[in-house]
């Protein structure tokens, strides 16, 4: 391997020999007022490479196994059918692997420490990156204290409200994510990894437990098969729509605002990777993974639900109705339906379970969206300051103060201020993969200009550019259509107020930007492929060094080492 992996011809290989320390960048002007060049490797800014292979694997595995699986399916399949929600979930699960993809070729390159805003104002455009960064950062910081909320309406599956209040459980949850955040990644990451493991453990379980329901396993010993595909049938149609044909493709359109929601938080693992060890073949796993875990993990799960309850089942319909906890969820209602008993309780455990995993890591990226901004210039330089632990601390204290949004939504109504929340989310989401997506089209631009190999990389994202633009239409065409039906069944001025106020924060924040502080579109001639990459080339080179030294040393023996390289070694 050695350095020909990330040389280039002629006209690139004198910038390789260009050392970050030696780099002179234009400083860019801040708003406010800082100098932007390379802000993140500075003393007292730095982040610490704590997360070991196996905590970036994990997370991938593990980032976006959350509420959306276990609870969003269930208004899925009462909305679609068992067709309608299989064909919703593949889709968008390819749309959401080739948005993996770009982003893991992107940072394979260079790892940024400044996250999407990042790669977007380095390869795109600055104010790109400050509307990218500003979007990430409203999801989180909306998401974050959601999850709370869902938190305290799972404990309520236990314990009514009338005897403790919501608001416990959430300032129980608070203090617990904070502290986790607060002693550095290191500590972040090894509780991850056993959440992710519980969460991955779960999904699994369950995907085998709805095939023994399926075929007949279950204590009613009914073997349902594809009994439900026929009737009541492979697709729901849409009530408010006459003509069948148009109804059906309509049910089907309207749950992928469902599927998004569920595969969010996928692509949080690329924030982690400027706290990686060897990012680069870190990165090239947790990226290879993608497509395995949401081809296991998504389309087996909703096919497997959808063969083991009917979508016009009076549980479902009641399920869909319910608050976030086991009462919610449609594995409950396939597992009532087979009538074994206590498993309601273990998945209400299971839902907690995803949740507190999901509002430590939703935190954590709150954080480091706080602290890449002010890396990138675009918020005051102190939220870039780490402690000895190398946490952004004011950024973390940032982030923090908004999960206390969480008590004003605890009363009667936080059911319904979910849902909405979920609007917002998914728009923001939505948002984050168009300027992922659009920013890696530059990338491979500059790359191609510059004289670069891309297949010379350690990861090279495959079927481009069409994937990419495969995946970029349907982002697009989902965030304009996700809320269609709010015009026919009647206007709720809420539900369109947050399933598009995304937009306008987005197209306001990119062009304002844009205006006050006159940024231009990088050419690609001149994007900036050097910086960092001196750091990450001399790390690679070191590992491979250390991983041909191993192999030496073993001597072709299969001890217990070769066993750990060709089974687990694979994951992680």
């Known amino acids: 391997m050695g350095n020909e992996m990330y040389s280039s011809p002629s006209g690139a290989k004198s910038l390789i020999s260009v050392h970050t320390q030696d780099y002179a960048l234009e400083m860019q002007k801040s708003p406010f007022g800082a100098g932007t060049n390379a802000i993140a490797l500075e003393d007292g800014h730095k982040l610490k490479k704590d997360l070991k292979p196996r905590h970036i694997t994990m997370i991938a595995i593990g980032g ?24 919703s979930y593949s889709l968008v699960g390819l749309v959401v692997y080739f948005v993996m993809c770009a982003l893991g070729e992107m940072a394979s390159f260079i790892p940024l420490p400044e996250g999407f805003a990042g790669y977007a104002k380095r390869y795109c455009d600055e104010a790109l990156g400050f509307a990218v960064g500003i979007s990430y950062l409203c999801k989180y910081l909306i998401v974050t204290p959601n999850q709370m909320v869902a938190g305290s309406l799972v404990m309520q599956y236990w314990v009514s409200p009338e005897r403790v209040n919501p608001g416990v459980w959430i300032a129980i949850l608070l203090v617990v994510v904070v502290i986790i955040n607060y002693f550095g990644v290191k500590f972040f990451g090894e509780f991850e990894f056993w959440l992710s493991s519980l969460k991955i453990l779960t999904v699994l379980g369950l995907i085998i437990l709805l095939l023994c329901i399926m075929l007949g396993g279950s204590p009613t010993h ?21 003509n069948q044909a148009t109804a059906k493709f309509a049910g089907f359109w309207s749950v992928m605002v469902t599927a998004v929601f569920a595969y969010l938080g996928t692509e949080l693992v690329g924030i ?11 990165i090239k796993k947790a990226i290879r993974l993608t497509f395995y875990r949401i081809l296991v993990f998504y389309v087996c799960s909703v096919f497997l639900l959808g063969c083991c309850v ?25 597992i009532n339906n087979a009538d074994i008993r206590g498993l309601p309780h273990l998945i209400n455990a299971c839902v907690l379970i995803f949740i507190f995993s999901a509002t430590n890591s939703d935190l954590y990226i709150a954080t480091r969206n706080v602290y890449a ?42 059911s319904k201020v979910f849902n909405y929340f979920v609007n917002v989310v998914s728009i923001f989401g939505l948002l984050t993969w168009i300027s992922i997506l659009v920013t890696y089209l530059y990338f491979t631009r500059a790359v191609k200009a510059q004289g670069y190999d891309r297949k010379k990389f350690v990861y090279y994202a ?17 965030a304009i259509t996700k809320s269609f039906d709010v015009f026919i069944a009647g206007f709720d001025y809420k539900t369109f107020i947050t399933s598009y106020i995304g937009i306008p924060v987005f ?15 990088v050419k690609p001639e001149e994007a900036d492929l050097v910086t960092y990459k001196d750091v990450i080339d001399a790390e690679t080179e070191e590992y491979e060094l ?6 030496a040393a073993r001597n072709g023996k299969k001890d217990l080492g070769w066993l750990y390289d060709h089974s687990v070694g694979y994951l992680f």
């Open 64 to 87: 976006a196994l959350g509420t959306g699986l276990l609870i969003g399916t269930s208004s899925a399949l009462a909305g679609a059918g068992p067709g309608g929600v299989l064909i």
């Open 222 to 242: 009914d073997r349902i098969g594809f009994r439900f595909w026929h009737h009541p049938g492979a697709f729901a149609a849409h009530a408010h729509i006459e």
């Open 272 to 282: 982690t990777f400027g706290e990686a060890r060897n990012p680069r073949y870190t």
């Open 310 to 334: 009917a979508y016009n089942d009076p549980k479902l319909l009641a399920a869909k109705k319910a608050s976030t906890s086991a009462t919610a969820s449609p594995f409950v209602v396939a």
């Open 373 to 414: 901004l002010a890396a990138n210039g675009m918020f005051p330089r102190f939220f870039s300051r780490t402690n000895k632990n190398g946490v952004p601390i004011y950024a973390l204290m940032f982030a923090s103060a908004f999960c206390l949004l969480a008590f004003m939504v605890c009363s009667s109504s936080s």
């Open 462 to 478: 495959p079927l481009q550019p069409y994937g990419t633009w495969f995946a970029l239409f349907f982002c697009c065409l989902i």
């Open 507 to 521: 197209l306001i924040s990119l062009f304002g930007y844009k205006i006050i502080m006159r940024t231009k579109t």
């Open 546 to 551: 250390l991983e041909e030294k191993k192999v």
